[in-house]
Structures are given as structure tokens and as C-alpha cells.
């Protein structure tokens, strides 16, 4: 398919099924890619009261697996979930092709028992596993068809980019380069058990993004959001209360803001579940979720950085994949826990809504930001600092090429807090004590990253600036980002595969555009407020039309990814911060595998046992 037509779709984002929603961490990108609130302890559990199991009036038999959750679960469509908190339920419920296992940045087999692929890496063949949904129904190749023109097509879906851009699918457009219902270039193969998948071109992460939850199986026609089925249940029973998969666990229940479970599958083709229930309290205050888990009403959780002792952490281990392993405590109820500290695929961010934040305004913000100094201060170290947008460890070259090119060429003063130079920049853009500029800075409730904007805006006062600070929660933060109606923010993103187009797509121009349907984020870069805006599309159509898993496409897009990190540089889109160090902890009683750099959310849990 020619690459003007994919620009085309990309640039007027209305193939992304109407609702793609902006980056966040958590995660849920994930976000993953998913999205994901900005919470020091990696937005990925929290709580907001001290609610028990009978709190909810929903009893579970059997063994539970206690969690927490700091952000609100939105659904469990896995087509239309872009946050993190829905992504680790989804996880449990949904298996896809392929899947990360216990989340390290490698696929591996899932529901596909093998595949091939073709020479030149356009037709992937797909041989399935024996495997029933839920409600006991085989998955087919039909299921897949299905499933993904869902992802493509139904206006529901938050991620069609995925199927229709990213690995691009084979489809057809209309001749204002909308995709046409029903075209997906999928096939059965000689039977139901096999699945043929036609791509326009080689993508480079096929089998990568086919682990995402998005490319879910569903049974065919379960829902009628798409031509051609009238579906078996309405779209709210089936996101709320009865969704169906073939993963690991069936859905147990979901309360809304307080509480979710899943029970495990009996029939499940791979390993059945080692526990009877994993449950999920719904926690968003800081103080609220440390209580709940000292009181050893959750097993396995985080901590918030306020109630966080970097002397109770003693690392025992550090495996190949950077794992760190070993105990922390004693606790307040005078425990030890056990203890991994992770370095994740993932950024967090200040983003600048571009239209109401002027350039000089934007790099005043990064003169005054010291990565090295909110890490260590506020953070306490849960993470490296950042000044690139692409996470070390898949940046071209590696972490040693990003440190170099940090040290040589970025042009804020890494690692310093250069209150002078923003003052200067601000005054040669004509702001002065008499004329300041009032800058709203909007963040998920979380005491760490308030902390760091008091820091930023008793800096960016000597500097012209009045930078007013909000909570707000995740949902209506997100909303105030689609609607352009942010100035400042603060957001997280964690790998939807390992690659840096995953990062930088939320830089791609032509994709963060707040009037059009769908933008991937809220920065709203153009020509217009930002001299380096053509660069970096230029750039990332470089990326776009050089998608092959060859070494020669590879260097195109190396250079590429530089290039658009240095245009950020230049425009201050996004602001990085630090990339995480996801450190989780757990009592005795629990048996589990540490997870990987791609983040908890996509661990199953079928593996995890109980001691007690």
C-alpha cells in the first residue's frame, strides 16, 4: 500500500477507531503503550480506601491472590482498553498469538502452537492452540478474523492504528484514505486451526505487537459492533460483566472503583491457574493503599514513595535482565518482604499542549528541570533520569549511545538546574517581572509528582513564570487532553512493544493534533509553534516507510529516532523526566516470578502460588 496512504490515515487519525486515547503510564500506555497515570510507585496499583472483601459484598471460594490497583479499571474490552489498570485484568482474561512471558521483552507462543513466515516477511501462517473460551466454545482462525476487524473497525476500538498502521495489515482505503470495513488482508487456512495474516509490507515487530491485548481473541460475533453481526450481548454487558476469553482466568466481578476478581479457567489449554482468585482493591490514595497492605490485606503490591526507605531495600541479586532481587524491611507491622526493582520499558514525562505554551515558556521548563536532582529527591531513586524520550536499553546503539549523545549535544545543561538561562530565554521573548506568564500544570493525584511541580514552579518564578498546579484524576485528565484543553502535564508511557517508534509515535506531529479524532497525544506540534515540527515529521515518515526487519530499514530508522529526539530537543514537546525502576514487594506467602522490562501488566498470574 503506498506510504502517502498510511501518512494520510496517520495525519487525519480516523481509522484509529474514533477514541485513541493519549500516552500514559501504567500504562495501561498499556499503556501498555499503554496508558498509565504518572504514580511514583509505576502507576499500576492503587486504592482509595481500606475496603475487604466483604466491603464489597462479593465472596470469592477458594484461594485469593490479594492485589492492589491505583488507578480505575475502565473496561474490559480489550480493544477499547488503553489503561493500565484494565490492561492487568484483560491480561488474565484475553490470551492473543503470542504473549511476553512473565513480561520480559521476548515473545513467545501463545495461542498460536507454531507459525511460519514468509520470505519476505509478509504472509505470517499461524497453526492454533487446542483451545475453548470461557464459555467452553473452540478458538478458531474465524475468531481472529473476527477479533481483529473488531480492532480495526469498531467504534469502540482505541487502538486500530495498531492493526491498520503499525504493522499495517493489508486492506483497503476509500478515497479519503479510510479503511473499508471487511478488508483485512486475514485468512482461515485449510482449516479453523489456521490462520493467515497478509501484511501491506514487512513490519519489524509483527510477532511483538500480536502479544499486545488488543489482538485479543474474542468468539466470533459475541458482540455486533462490527458489519455483519448482530452480537450475542449487549457491548456494556460484555465490558462490564461477562467478558469472554480464552486466558487463564474468567472474569469473576468488577465494581466500579473498588474492586475487581477473576477466578481461574479449569479448562485452560496451557498451565491452569495455581490459585482459585486473583483480587484487585482499588486504592488512589497514597497513604490509604500503604495501610491496606500493612495490614497484610493485599500480598503483593507497591509502595508509595512517601512511605518508600531506600535503606530498607538490600538487592541480593541482579540477573541478565537487570532484575534486581532481594528483601526490604522490616516494614511497620515488622515484616521483611521480598523485593524486585525492575527497569521498565518506559518514560515519564511533562508534555506541553504546544498551542497554549510558548516555545520559550517550554524551555525555560527545561533549563530549570535537574532529571538527576527529582530523581534522587523525589523519587528516591525508583528510576534513572532522563533526558531522551526513547528508553536506554532500545535506543539505537544502546544506553551508552544515549548517554553520549546526552552529553554532547543536548542544550539544557543535563543534570543541572540552569534558573539563569531560563530567565534569560523568557526575557528575550519579551516576559519580565511585569509580565509574567501564567502556565497551568495538570497531574494525576500523587503526592511524588506534586512535590516536583512545587520544586519546577518556585524555580520558574525567577524565571517570568506562574505556574499553577492541579490534581485532577486519571479519566478527566485524559479527557482535558483529548479536548486540548491542557497546558502542562504530566504522563507516563510504557512500552506496546520494544521499539523506539512505540515512543516516538506520540511525537509524530501530525498524530497530536486535539481538533482531530484520536490524537496519541496532546502536544498539538505544528509548524506553527515549533521550528523543528517538519523535522521531526520528516522523520517519522523515514520510520514509516522503512518497516522491515532488515539491518539496512534498520539504520534508516535509527537515524530517524535520533532525529526526532533532536527536534524534541529543539521545540520542547515533551519534557522526559526519568525512566522507571518498577519495584514491587510481597509477603512469604506468595511464590511468584519477578516480571519483566514490558511491566506488570503483562505478567499472567496462572503461575503464581499460595503458602498459607
Not at 473452540?138 to 477479533?147: K, P, R
Not at 518508600?308 to 532481594?326: C, F, H, K, M, N
Not at 553520549?404 to 534569560?424: C, H, K, M, N
Request: hydrophobic share 35%; net charge negative.
Amino acid at each position: 500500500m503506498p506510504d502517502t496512504n498510511k501518512l494520510s490515515r496517520r495525519r487525519f487519525l480516523k481509522a484509529t477507531g474514533g477514541a485513541a486515547t493519549a500516552a500514559a503510564l501504567a500504562g495501561c500506555t498499556g499503556g501498555d503503550g499503554e496508558e498509565t497515570t504518572t504514580t511514583e510507585s509505576g502507576g499500576e496499583e492503587t486504592t482509595t480506601s481500606s475496603t475487604t472483601q466483604e466491603d464489597t459484598g462479593t465472596e470469592l471460594s477458594g484461594s485469593v491472590f490479594n492485589r492492589t490497583l491505583s488507578g480505575t479499571i475502565t473496561t474490559m474490552d480489550p480493544v477499547a482498553a488503553t489503561d493500565t489498570s484494565s490492561g492487568i485484568l484483560i491480561q488474565q482474561v484475553f490470551d492473543c498469538l503470542m504473549s511476553y512471558q512473565n513480561a520480559l521483552p521476548t515473545v513467545e507462543n501463545e495461542l498460536a502452537a507454531d507459525y511460519t513466515v514468509s520470505d519476505d516477511f509478509t504472509t505470517y501462517t499461524f497453526e492454533l492452540a487446542d483451545a475453548t473460551y470461557h464459555n467452553g466454545d473452540q478458538v478458531t482462525a474465524s475468531d481472529f478474523i473476527y477479533s481483529w476487524e473488531r480492532l480495526a473497525a469498531s467504534e469502540n476500538s482505541r487502538r486500530a492504528y495498531f492493526i491498520l498502521d503499525s504493522v499495517g495489515v493489508e486492506h483497503e482505503t476509500d478515497d479519503e484514505g479510510d479503511y473499508v470495513p471487511g478488508s483485512l488482508g486475514l485468512e482461515v487456512g485449510e482449516s479453523e486451526s489456521e490462520l493467515v495474516v497478509n501484511l501491506s509490507e514487512p513490519f519489524h515487530d509483527t510477532l511483538e505487537m500480536f502479544a499486545y491485548t488488543s489482538f485479543a481473541a474474542l468468539p466470533e460475533g459475541v458482540l455486533g459492533d462490527v458489519e455483519g453481526h448482530d452480537g450475542e450481548m449487549e457491548y456494556t454487558e460484555f465490558a462490564s460483566n461477562n467478558p469472554i476469553g480464552a486466558g487463564p482466568f474468567e472474569f469473576a466481578f468488577w465494581e466500579q472503583g473498588t474492586a475487581a476478581a477473576v477466578s481461574k479457567y479449569d479448562d485452560y489449554y496451557g498451565q491452569v491457574a495455581q490459585v482459585d482468585n486473583v483480587r484487585w482493591q482499588v486504592i488512589e490514595d497514597d497513604t490509604a493503599r500503604y495501610n491496606y497492605a500493612m495490614n497484610e490485606n493485599a500480598d503483593y503490591f507497591t509502595l508509595p514513595t512517601a512511605q518508600y526507605d531506600p535503606g530498607l531495600a538490600q538487592v541480593e541479586s541482579t540477573d541478565e535482565y537487570g532484575r534486581e532481587i532481594g528483601t526490604y524491611g522490616p516494614v511497620r507491622n515488622g515484616k521483611t518482604l521480598n523485593y524486585v526493582g525492575v527497569p521498565t520499558l518506559s518514560i515519564y514525562y511533562v508534555g506541553f499542549n504546544m498551542n497554549k505554551v510558548p516555545k520559550a515558556v517550554r524551555q525555560a521548563f527545561a533549563y530549570v528541570l535537574n532529571q538527576d536532582q527529582m530523581v534522587s529527591e523525589v523519587f528516591k531513586g525508583r528510576g534513572s533520569a532522563a533526558e531522551l524520550f526513547t528508553p536506554p536499553t532500545i535506543f539505537p546503539g544502546g544506553a551508552q549511545a544515549a548517554s553520549d549523545l546526552v552529553s554532547s549535544d543536548y542544550p539544557y545543561s543535563a543534570g543541572e538546574t540552569d534558573i539563569e538561562a531560563a530567565r534569560q530565554v523568557m526575557e528575550e521573548a519579551g516576559y519580565g517581572p511585569d509580565n509574567q506568564f501564567e502556565v497551568q500544570w495538570t497531574q494525576y493525584n500523587n503526592n511524588a509528582w506534586e512535590e516536583m511541580a512545587s520544586i519546577l514552579r518556585d524555580q520558574l518564578a525567577s524565571a517570568h513564570i506562574n505556574m499553577q498546579i492541579q490534581k485532577a484524576d486519571f479519566s478527566t485528565l485524559l479527557e482535558r487532553g483529548r479536548n486540548g484543553q491542557l497546558e502542562a502535564y504530566t504522563l507516563g508511557w510504557i512500552a506496546d512493544w520494544p521499539a523506539p517508534d512505540n515512543f516516538l509515535q506520540l511525537m509524530n506531529p501530525p498524530q497530536t493534533d486535539t481538533s482531530k479524532q484520536g490524537p496519541i497525544s496532546y502536544v498539538n506540534w505544528t509548524a506553527e509553534n515549533g521550528d523543528a515540527a517538519q523535522q521531526a515529521t520528516d522523520a517519522y515518515q523515514q520510520v514509516v516507510n522503512n518497516p522491515a526487519p532488515t539491518d539496512e530499514a534498520q539504520q534508516v530508522r535509527d537515524e530517524a529516532y535520533v532525529d526526532i529526539e533532536m527536534a524534541n530537543w529543539e521545540d520542547v514537546a515533551m519534557l522526559p523526566v526519568y525512566n522507571q525502576k518498577e519495584e514491587t514487594f510481597w509477603y512469604d506467602t506468595v511464590d511468584i516470578e519477578p516480571f519483566g522490562g514490558m511491566g506488570p501488566s503483562r505478567q499472567k498470574l496462572n503461575t503464581v502460588t499460595l503458602n498459607r
